[in-house]
Structure formats: C-alpha cells, structure tokens
C-alpha cells in the first residue's frame, strides 16, 4: 500500500510531463469587427477573435490586456472574462468591446462622416491557463468599418403664402435624406436663409419626428421677408419668381451638431386666385 502511495505522485508528475512535452501552442487569429449599436453619437464595436486549440485538454483564459484606437485616438475598451473556456481540439469567439464617441475623436462630425471608413486599430494579449503555465497570445489587428452617413439636404420651391408692399412670407420645403441603417433624430434646425443674394431671416425649427432609415422627410421653414431690411436684391427675387434660397444652418441629431450648407436656383410658387 505504501508503495502505491508513493508512485502515484511519481505517475501524476510522468502524465504532466508527458502533457507538456506534447503541448501546442493555441493560435490567436481575427474573425470579424461587428457594430452592435451605431447613430450619430457614437457606435459599440466588438472585435471578435479566434482562439484555436490543437491539444488534447481543455484550456481556460486566465488574463486579457486590449486598447483600440480609433481615427488615432484612443477610446474607452473593454475585455472578455476570466475563466473562458476553450475545449480540446477546438476554437472559442472571444469578443472585446469598445464604445466609440464621435466628438472624441473628430472635432468637425461632417468631416468624420463625409469618410466612407473609419479606421481603427486593435492591440493587446490573452493569456491561456496551460500545462506549462500560463501562455501569453499576441493580439495585433487594424481595419476599417463604415462611417455613419451625413444626411442629405434639398431646398424646393418656396411658396408664397402672403405679400404687401414691404414684407412677405413664404414657406420654404426643405427635404432631409436619411442614408444610414438606423433612425436620424431630428432635434431642432437653427440657421440663416439667404433670397437672391442677400440675407433675408433666421430659422429656428423645433424638434420634429425622426427620418426613419434609408428615408426622407420634408420640413416647411416659415420665413418672413422684410424688404426694407433684406434689400432690393430679396423684392426683385420675389417679383420675378427665379431665385437663388441659400440655407446654412445646423441640425441637431440627439445631441450631435451636424452643419450643412446647401443652395439651389427654385422658382417661387404665388398662390393662385381663389387659393387661401
């Protein structure tokens, strides 16, 4: 009996030897970049790797180390759990997760989204429970992903609702394209609009309901024309009914600033008689 109790540690330390000398490295490789939630504000990215392993014992993850870099700049990451395991002769998806604000990383959002991509890159290690201890996995990968869209904007033909000798009030269509996969927030629009050259009103639009995804949506801008104010410039514009209606102004999407800037030669819409 006490022989037996004295080879058994002998024969366990023979099976972790034979363990180690057969031991293969586990392989860390990418699979993909997935964006769980993106809008105007910023975006989740979760970098999915790979982690094969060829041996024939399971394996565990005993430590993770990850910074990823957006645009250059550092944002905000995560890391996977202690303890994933990783079965024998098999793979597990190990995923490490970032939050990404725009504004921190781009100080003009439209330049940012006027991008088809944006770049990123990944860096870090895992660190695998083994039979020869624990194994450190290099992690090294950059790539892109897409850029939200900026929205697009078209001005229509104002339309005269009432005139007298010294002012005017006209409703200007305004069409807002929504190009990206998810709803575009329509927080309010404040601006300048510009008739025939010169400077005629403010803007202030309130907040109206999204523009769903892939959709467009028109607003009317209210505006009032001062002809003693605005010029002659406005009042030939007005009379002749062809005009130049520039609009720069911002739009804000929940919380983003999104600028624009648009300008387009409409002809002037009277109201005919009988029309209110």
Not at 89 to 100: I, L, N, Q, Y
Request: aromatic fraction near 6%; proline fraction near 8%; glycine fraction near 10%.
């Amino acid at each position: 009996m006490r022989k037996v109790l004295v080879l058994l540690p002998l024969l366990a330390g023979c099976a972790l030897l034979r363990s180690a000398a057969s031991f293969e490295k586990p392989t860390l490789t990418f699979k993909d970049a997935r964006l769980p939630s993106v809008d105007f504000q910023g975006a989740e990215v979760d970098l999915v790797f790979l982690v094969n392993n060829p041996n024939s014992m399971g394996l565990d993850l005993a430590k993770a180390t990850y910074a990823l870099a957006v645009e250059g700049k550092q944002v905000l990451a995560g890391a996977p759990q202690n303890g994933l395991q990783i079965p024998a002769h098999g793979s597990t998806e190990v995923t490490f997760p970032a939050k990404v604000h725009w504004n921190e990383i781009a100080p003009a959002l439209e330049a940012l989204f006027a991008q088809e991509q944006v770049h990123y890159k990944a860096s870090g290690s895992l660190g695998v429970n083994t039979p020869v201890g624990v194994v450190t996995l290099p992690l090294e990968h950059e790539g892109t992903f897409a850029a939200p869209k900026m929205p697009t904007f078209e001005i229509g033909s104002p339309r005269i609702n009432g005139m007298s000798l010294t002012t005017a009030s006209l409703s200007i269509p305004l069409k807002i394209g929504n190009l990206n996969a998810f709803p575009l927030p329509l927080g309010g629009i404040l601006g300048d609009v510009s008739l025939g050259g010169a400077h005629v009103g403010h803007i202030a639009l309130p907040q109206a309901a999204p523009v769903p995804a892939g959709k467009d949506a028109t607003l009317l801008i209210p505006l009032d024309v001062n002809f003693l104010s605005a010029g002659t410039a406005a009042a030939q514009a007005i009379k002749t009914g062809i005009a130049e209606v520039k609009i720069d102004a911002t739009l804000n999407a929940a919380g983003a600033t999104l600028p624009f800037r648009v300008a387009k030669t409409v002809e002037i819409q009277r109201p005919t008689l009988g029309t209110p």
